[in-house]
């Protein structure tokens, strides 16, 4: 008997161990996996790196590197411009600095999200956080754009999900400084901008400066473009180009208007004659869809209002979703990218409404298909229907998480 006690010592002292370290040891895995996954994809390119982002680093390393942000090089903000010539600096090839910076935001992104799910979970916080952090780091959607693509999104969707959670918080100055930290990187954050508004005007901590901070972070971290000259007008400026720079009524993103994109391509190769160009189908339908986009949003805003839904961390995130999902199916001109931050905020909702689940796949399994038409150049399955697909899982989300508000 002494000797069997003995021998089951080492078990018993080993399995406590484990069992506190459990989710320090599983975050570790899902960190590694992940790492290694970005690493083998750290090779690949794509029309955006071999057209755009590595010849925009040769201009600047060219042209002196920070000494040459008095120059616009191409249609990417001050800042992130500044970064670039930053990048020249560094013993990497081009490629490897893209990708290695927005990467380190996958983490961050992930570590966010953790915390988030930690502090919103009514059970089981740890090991939903765990989970939150493993579904963001290993989402496919989130590794290809970042290690494959070597985009930006992660960098201000972690900021902007960072000013929805202080913004729960109502502590309002940091949310906004923060939303204008993410507004810098990239215009696709005013797709968080109704929710921002929203909450301060219902919570009646309406102020105007919080607006001007957003321009005011703007201008601040684009310091070093306008020291070397540039205007401040530049600084949004850039964004209004940006704009007009893609006259079309969707750009492989499967909206309300993929539906209308895809059928005059048919008509267009198929038929082999131009019943409406895309420019022509733009400009009809350009202002239509913001106005209904608009009427979509406040309606939204309306009935919450008038429900008296609270801004508590979890109804922040399921308006924040909503309402950012909104504009991305409804607006036009839209690319397969530009739904990253809903995409992100479905992981954490999914954790916290697991019914969720089946829906939040689909998803993304929609996301991915754009991604690889993109990347492969290889549309196996048409934009319409993955708009029919889209917006059906979009009435059925909106539907169940408005319940859930109204609850």
């Excluded at 310091?223 to 007009?244: E, K, N």
């Excluded at 754009?370 to 979009?394: D, G, K, Q, R």
């Amino acid at each position: 008997m002494k000797n069997e006690v003995m021998q089951g010592t080492p078990t018993d002292n080993r399995v406590p161990f484990l069992k506190k370290y459990d989710v320090i040891l599983w975050g570790c895995l899902f960190f590694i996996v992940g790492t290694v996954i970005r690493f083998a994809l750290r090779d690949l390119t794509s029309i955006d790196t071999d057209e755009f982002l590595v010849p925009w680093y040769h201009e600047i390393q060219d042209g002196g590197g920070l000494q040459y942000l008095g120059h616009q090089v191409g249609d990417y903000n001050i800042l992130y411009q500044t970064l670039i010539a930053l990048f020249t600096y560094c013993p990497l090839k081009p490629l490897y600095a893209y990708k290695l910076f927005s990467c380190c935001f996958d983490v961050l992104l992930a570590g966010l999200a953790a915390y988030i799910v930690y502090r919103a979970a009514e059970q089981s916080g740890r090991y939903k956080a765990l989970a939150a952090f493993g579904l963001v780091y290993l989402s496919p959607v989130v590794f290809i754009n970042a290690a494959w693509w070597g985009q930006c999104d992660a960098i201000y969707t972690f900021f902007g999900i960072a000013a929805l959670y202080f913004l729960s918080r109502e502590k309002d100055f940091t949310a906004f400084i923060l939303y204008g930290v993410s507004m810098t990187f990239k215009l696709q954050a005013i797709f968080l901008m109704p929710m921002m508004l929203f909450s301060v005007f219902c919570r009646k901590k309406w102020h105007l400066v919080y607006v001007l901070m957003i321009p005011a972070v703007m201008v601040l971290l684009s310091m070093g473009g306008l020291l070397a000259g540039r205007q401040i007008s530049d600084v949004f400026t850039i964004y209004l180009h940006q704009t007009a720079s893609y006259p079309s009524v969707a750009l492989n993103y499967p909206s309300v208007w993929g539906l209308l994109s895809d059928t005059g391509h048919i008509i267009n190769y198929a038929a082999g004659t131009e019943v409406l160009s895309s420019e022509t189908l733009y400009n009809v339908v350009k202002y239509p869809a913001i106005l209904i986009a608009v009427g979509v949003l406040a309606a939204y805003m309306f009935l919450w209002r008038r429900k008296g839904v609270t801004f508590t961390l979890k109804h922040t995130l399921i308006m924040a979703f909503i309402l950012a999902y909104t504009c991305v199916i409804l607006l036009p001109s839209m690319h397969e990218r530009y739904g990253y931050v809903y995409e992100i905020l479905s992981l954490i909702l999914v954790l916290l409404y697991p019914k969720l689940t089946v829906k939040v796949i689909i998803l993304h399994g929609v996301t991915l298909c754009t991604y690889i038409h993109f990347l492969s150049n290889c549309y196996f399955v048409p934009i319409a229907v993955l708009s029919v697909i889209n917006i059906v899982l979009y009435v059925l989300m909106v539907r169940f998480l408005c319940r859930e508000l109204i609850k």
